[in-house]
Nanobody, 117 residues
């Protein structure tokens, strides 16, 4: 069973930066999309950023221009560079991979990001 392991979360001051990493324990075949979601206390999980197998990216309006999603296929790793962080970015961040064949959703265990002075 493929596992996604996240790292890079932590406490940062407003305006600061963090880079989240999501490493797959082995290569995932037939990837459709890879992405990052987040869930703040009392709120639903929301999509933050996504990248397709063809390289097309999507960002939610709340993070556009501040966050960047990228991948390193040789390392089976996906990244989320987060700049100019705001207190409202505080949440547990989850990485996600959707494979086409067979159709399956892979999720990481989540990493806490706290933006506070």
């Amino acid at each position: 069973q493929v596992q996604l392991v996240e790292s890079g979360g932590g406490l940062v001051q407003p305006g600061g930066s963090l880079r989240l990493s999501c490493r797959a324990s082995e290569s995932i075949r037939a990837i459709d999309t890879m992405g990052w979601f987040r869930q703040a206390p009392g709120k639903q999980r929301e999509l933050v950023a996504r990248i397709s197998s063809g390289g097309t990216t999507y960002y939610s309006d709340s993070v556009k221009g501040r966050f960047t999603i990228s991948t390193d296929n040789a390392k089976n790793t996906m990244y989320l560079q987060m700049n100019t962080l705001k207190p409202e970015d505080t949440a547990v961040y989850y990485c996600h991979v959707l494979s086409r064949y067979p159709p399956y959703d892979y999720w990481g265990q989540g990493t806490q990001v706290t933006v506070s002075s």
